[in-house]
């Protein structure tokens, strides 16, 4: 030990920088912060190598005087703060004036600026926090701050530095956010000289989240808006942003963006109280995409808690807490109460129109007694159907926002979020939902599912079929051509099926989706229905449906609402019986004089 004595500035630069600078993506906040403080409307971030070789940054803001560039880089100098009560009635982004003193002593730095109101610029290099060039130049009002080799004079940190691939997606991440943030200024990303993200400073804040989480999963989204006034203070706390739906949802909390009068912030209470704004809605562990901005009166929250800036005190934190819960809960209450209404359009011709020779009822005897032949091999409900649609995948833990995944998207929900409670009669199945209770016609149900995914399969150029012990099918005279006549749509479907003698064929494969059916049985009961490709579908979903009386597993009635969630009109049979009833919560409440 030597004797004691005052640390050098650069020393305890860079023992700062230890705590603003943890990584890349720290840099490019600072700069960030720095370029809307300075009221920018463009904003570019270039990094290479994920920030290690090169951070710039560029901004068509104000600019810095001449003679006030030196002292940028000093520590605690800032044009943002003079006095201690300045912090309650702060609207800039920084105050402490140690970003820029911090940053260039553990990088090298090349600062262009021309402040607005001067006529040559500034530019300035700087290693290890020493001046080493200075220069008049010609250069845009505003400016650019190019950090190279981040780290170099700091080898632990350098070590700890995760993958570039790692640091790039920070850097996405938090330009994504920011750019959310601030969707009047325009915001353009480079990684490697590829763009990233590209805002256009419109002022919608849709337009830079369908940028950055592409159409496909804005389309998940809804808008929340609220606003809650604080009892004590009278001042008002704004909430607005975006949610998800509830099944939009992740294996972690990185999807939750949390601003606070612009400033980016992590607060475990804000996202407990976002998750719990989706109670009931969201499987255990499960926690949704959020993009939620709070705004409140400056001296309502103390910022200055934290040297990143990243946690902040809120003078009544559980108004804001309400504030977000509720905004948060009401849209998605009322988002999801309106899927059902829009009931379906495609309510079709009743049967009598469609001349049904006999109803799938009298097809099978009594509801509770189904052919045995039937039973026993009645396709169960696929369950491999559904996929869980996510431009993320659950690996990617600290992935963060990736702009504009080129996921292939799911059909939208078109029903809330359904909870299965039980069967009863072993007919209708009871389900809960977010704003009451379903009881869900198990046959009708399954007729719309099968209708829908059949039609696909028509649709669809690759056939799913499954080959089968074949099967010889003889067919009566009048059946046989009518047979033959449909025999493009049952190839289309994925039948294979070859003549096999006068009126018999057999069948060698049937699409996945018919898996376990009665096949002679199935194609005798289409059969009868005419011969048109829509009678047919209509026919062979009712023969192939679920029927009344049977009991189903709770993970057969989960994948048949999940299934019937997908269907474009999933409030009705393809005949035009209704696949569930809803009673609203208020309806209930009623009923029992609450
Ligand atoms: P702080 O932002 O806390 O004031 P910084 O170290 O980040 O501290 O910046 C120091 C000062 O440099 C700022 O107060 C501001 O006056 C000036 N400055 C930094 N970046 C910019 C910029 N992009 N445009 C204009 N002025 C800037
Ligand atoms: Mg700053």
Same mark, same amino acid.
């Given at each position: 030990m030597s004797k004691i004595h005052v640390l050098p500035d650069i020393v305890v630069s860079q023992i700062a920088a230890g705590e603003v600078v943890e990584r890349p993506a720290s840099v490019v906040k600072e700069l960030l912060e720095n370029a809307l403080d300075a009221s920018a409307t463009t904003i570019t971030v270039q990094i290479e190598q994920g920030g290690r070789r090169r951070i710039r940054v560029s901004d068509d803001g104000i600019g810095i005087p001449a003679d006030e560039v030196e002292l940028a880089f000093t520590r605690h100098a800032t044009s943002k703060l003079n006095s201690i009560d300045d912090l309650q009635q702060l609207?800039?982004? !920084?105050?402490?004036?140690?970003?820029?003193? +911090?940053? #260039?002593?553990? =990088? @090298? *730095? %090349?600062?262009?600026?021309?402040? &607005?109101?001067?006529?040559?610029?500034?530019?300035?290099?700087?290693?290890?926090?020493?001046?080493?060039?200075?220069?008049?130049?010609?250069?845009?009002?505003?400016?650019?701050?190019?950090?190279?080799?981040?780290f170099f004079n700091t080898p632990a940190r350098l070590k700890f530095l995760k993958k570039t691939t790692t640091e790039k997606r920070h850097i996405t991440s938090l330009v994504s956010r920011y750019a959310m943030a601030y969707p009047h200024v325009r915001f353009v990303l480079e990684q490697d000289s590829r763009e990233i993200l590209r805002t256009t400073g419109s002022g919608e804040l849709a337009d830079v989240v369908v940028r950055v989480l592409g159409l496909d999963a804005f389309r998940q989204m809804i808008p929340i808006a609220g606003e809650e006034r604080?009892?004590?203070?009278?001042?008002?706390?704004?909430?607005? !942003?975006?949610?998800?739906?509830?099944?939009? +949802?992740? #294996?972690?909390? =990185? @999807? *939750? %963006?949390?601003?606070?009068?612009? &400033?980016?912030?992590?607060?475990?209470?804000?996202t407990y109280a976002l998750t719990q704004a989706y109670q009931g809605m969201l499987d255990d562990r499960r926690y949704p995409v959020a993009?939620?901005?709070?705004?409140?009166?400056?001296?309502?929250?103390?910022?200055?808690?934290?040297?990143?800036?990243?946690?902040?005190?809120?003078?009544?934190?559980?108004?804001?807490?309400?504030?977000?819960?509720?905004?948060?809960?009401?849209?998605?209450l009322s988002a999801l109460s309106a899927h059902p209404s829009e009931s379906s359009t495609d309510a079709s011709p009743a049967q009598q129109t469609l001349n049904l020779p006999s109803s799938p009822a009298e097809w099978q005897s009594p509801?509770?007694?189904?052919?045995?032949?039937?039973?026993?091999?009645?396709?169960?409900?696929?369950?491999?159907?559904?996929?869980?649609?996510?431009?993320?995948?659950?690996?990617?833990?600290?992935?963060?926002?990736?702009?504009?995944?080129?996921?292939?998207?799911?059909?939208?929900?078109?029903?809330?979020?359904?909870?299965?409670?039980?069967?009863?009669?072993?007919?209708?199945?009871?389900?809960?939902?977010?704003?009451?209770?379903?009881?869900?016609?198990?046959?009708?149900?399954?007729?719309?599912?099968?209708?829908?995914?059949?039609?696909?399969?028509?649709?669809?150029?690759?056939?799913?079929?499954?080959?089968?012990?074949?099967?010889?099918?003889?067919?009566?005279?009048?059946?046989?051509?009518?047979?033959?006549?449909?025999?493009d749509f049952w190839h289309q479907l994925g039948f294979v099926i070859e003549p096999f003698g006068p009126d018999t064929w057999i069948v060698r494969a049937v699409p996945s989706l018919l898996q376990g059916l009665d096949i002679g049985a199935a194609i005798l009961y289409t059969l009868k229905g005419g011969s048109e490709p829509e009678?047919?579908?209509?026919?062979?979903?009712?023969?192939?449906?679920?029927?009344?009386?049977?009991?189903?597993?709770?993970?057969e009635m989960r994948s048949l609402i999940q299934q019937l969630e997908r269907c474009p009109s999933p409030m009705t049979a393809p005949d035009g019986r209704p696949t569930l009833l809803h009673f609203s919560s208020e309806q209930i409440a009623r009923e029992f004089r609450r």
């Amino acid at each position: 030990m030597s004797k004691i004595h005052v640390l050098p500035d650069i020393v305890v630069s860079q023992i700062a920088a230890g705590e603003v600078v943890e990584r890349p993506a720290s840099v490019v906040k600072e700069l960030l912060e720095n370029a809307l403080d300075a009221s920018a409307t463009t904003i570019t971030v270039q990094i290479e190598q994920g920030g290690r070789r090169r951070i710039r940054v560029s901004d068509d803001g104000i600019g810095i005087p001449a003679d006030e560039v030196e002292l940028a880089f000093t520590r605690h100098a800032t044009s943002k703060l003079n006095s201690i009560d300045d912090l309650q009635q702060l609207y800039t982004l !920084g105050f402490r004036g140690e970003a820029l003193a +911090s940053i #260039a002593a553990i =990088s @090298h *730095i %090349t600062i262009t600026t021309r402040h &607005r109101d001067e006529e040559t610029g500034t530019r300035l290099r700087i290693e290890g926090g020493k001046v080493l060039q200075r220069q008049e130049v010609g250069a845009p009002a505003g400016t650019v701050l190019d950090v190279e080799n981040l780290f170099f004079n700091t080898p632990a940190r350098l070590k700890f530095l995760k993958k570039t691939t790692t640091e790039k997606r920070h850097i996405t991440s938090l330009v994504s956010r920011y750019a959310m943030a601030y969707p009047h200024v325009r915001f353009v990303l480079e990684q490697d000289s590829r763009e990233i993200l590209r805002t256009t400073g419109s002022g919608e804040l849709a337009d830079v989240v369908v940028r950055v989480l592409g159409l496909d999963a804005f389309r998940q989204m809804i808008p929340i808006a609220g606003e809650e006034r604080d009892r004590l203070t009278g001042s008002r706390i704004n909430v607005h !942003g975006y949610v998800a739906l509830p099944d939009f +949802s992740r #294996a972690d909390r =990185s @999807h *939750i %963006t949390l601003f606070v009068n612009g &400033r980016s912030i992590q607060d475990t209470r804000l996202t407990y109280a976002l998750t719990q704004a989706y109670q009931g809605m969201l499987d255990d562990r499960r926690y949704p995409v959020a993009i939620v901005m709070i705004d409140l009166p400056p001296d309502d929250v103390d910022v200055n808690v934290h040297p990143t800036k990243a946690e902040v005190r809120f003078r009544s934190p559980d108004t804001v807490f309400t504030a977000v819960q509720r905004s948060v809960r009401q849209a998605l209450l009322s988002a999801l109460s309106a899927h059902p209404s829009e009931s379906s359009t495609d309510a079709s011709p009743a049967q009598q129109t469609l001349n049904l020779p006999s109803s799938p009822a009298e097809w099978q005897s009594p509801p509770s007694s189904p052919p045995p032949a039937y039973a026993a091999q009645r396709p169960s409900v696929p369950l491999a159907q559904t996929t869980r649609h996510s431009v993320y995948t659950d690996d990617d833990a600290d992935l963060d926002y990736i702009p504009a995944g080129a996921d292939a998207p799911l059909r939208p929900r078109t029903l809330p979020i359904l909870r299965v409670i039980g069967q009863i009669g072993a007919q209708y199945i009871v389900a809960e939902g977010p704003v009451g209770m379903y009881l869900i016609d198990q046959n009708a149900a399954h007729e719309r599912i099968l209708y829908q995914a059949l039609h696909e399969q028509l649709g669809s150029d690759e056939n799913d079929s499954i080959e089968i012990e074949p099967q010889t099918i003889e067919l009566p005279k009048q059946l046989a051509k009518a047979f033959e006549q449909s025999w493009d749509f049952w190839h289309q479907l994925g039948f294979v099926i070859e003549p096999f003698g006068p009126d018999t064929w057999i069948v060698r494969a049937v699409p996945s989706l018919l898996q376990g059916l009665d096949i002679g049985a199935a194609i005798l009961y289409t059969l009868k229905g005419g011969s048109e490709p829509e009678q047919l579908i209509r026919q062979l979903s009712a023969f192939a449906a679920i029927r009344s009386g049977e009991v189903l597993s709770t993970e057969e009635m989960r994948s048949l609402i999940q299934q019937l969630e997908r269907c474009p009109s999933p409030m009705t049979a393809p005949d035009g019986r209704p696949t569930l009833l809803h009673f609203s919560s208020e309806q209930i409440a009623r009923e029992f004089r609450r």
